[in-house]
């Protein structure tokens, strides 16, 4: 396809991808003032308890724990349920491996459910289909910072005596209805990764106002030992997934950028789907009503029917118009990682599955929806530093590029 690959004489995105200044002034304040300090432990640390405070004014939950990752804050919530091996807790086959670490690692099951097309959040029926006696929760992954249909989950979840976990690592300061995401169900959880809108490096929230769970968090994040008691007669099996001071420091002071942060990348992400709408051959994702959505990156899909060439070919022709496309997001799905495939969780092993605690087998999970969206996405970077200018150009490299190779 020579129309396809041809570098444009001159590209209609005739700039480079805006890159937003993340870290600076604010954040050197805040570690100066750290590194002072004559501890940096997290627990009653003035850097910690700021995040604390910082964080409840974003997000009110009653009960915090800051802790080392999003991978960690998702381990703390499955760990407060307590799982018997084998109990089952359903996820999204578009998302991080954080978001099923610690399921396994508590010997739970992540169940696979299939995923809305032009969402590519878990499609509710699917959800339902997927319910067994064993399902603890439904873990809602809000994928690139679109928020889950939350309303229809959380009535399955009453209906069948679930919990329900947000997995807001990419959704920070998403909303559902008006309700920032992470305080609709029963957790909230949060990443302060390097690639997420706000970071320091590695880190990650853990949130809820539940009165059961509640107090626990810290025992699951710190070794099961009782800081505010200052005893140690651990009941149960916790690894440390603690918070530190640095840490601490650097995300008091992403927390002050976050509206901003989230207002751009909503307002870049949503003229651009504004208008990609109508282009044949182009799907912009859908957000539905009411819902805002906080554009981690740019998820959009190609109608390959109504195209004359493959994906390949329609992204080399966005990137030679100077869009930086990408075809898809992860490789496959979640469950066609290897690690899944072989059920080689344990050294070679599956002890839940061995031992006769559940009959999963991975290798015959089938969602197709979440096959298809993977197969014909194309993915792009979208950040607070694209100007409305920057986003016209996007918009008009794609129109430009699909009017070319449209049947
Ligand atoms: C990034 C991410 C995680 C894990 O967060 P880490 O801080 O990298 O451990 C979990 N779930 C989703 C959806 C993510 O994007």
Redesign the pocket.
Known sequence: MSTATTPAVSPIVDEPVPQPVRWGDAELARLTTMVRQNSLFYYNGPQTTALVADFRKHYPLQHLFPCS??????HIAVAALRLKPGEEIIVSPI?????VIGILYQQGVPVFADLDPRTYNLDPASVRRAITPKTRAIMA?H?CGNPCDMKALLAIAQEHNLVVIE?C??AWGARHQGTPVGLMGDFG?Y???D??HIACG???MVGTNSAQYGPTLSKWGDKCYDRAGGTRDPEELAPNYRMSEPQSAVCVAQLGKLDDIVTKRNRAGSLLTARLQGIPGVLPPATHEGNFHSY?FYFLRLDLAKLKVSRADFVAALRAQGVAANAGYIPMPVYRYKVFQNHNFFGGTWPVRDYGATTMDYRKVDCPNAAAILEDGVTMPLNQAMSDAYIEKVARAIRTVAAQLAK
Do not use: E, P
Request: charged share 15%.
């Open positions: 990752s999003g991978t960690a804050s998702l998302t991080d491996m954080g978001s992954i994928l997995d690592a990419q959880c990443s302060f990764n690639f997420k590695d880190g990650g981690w």
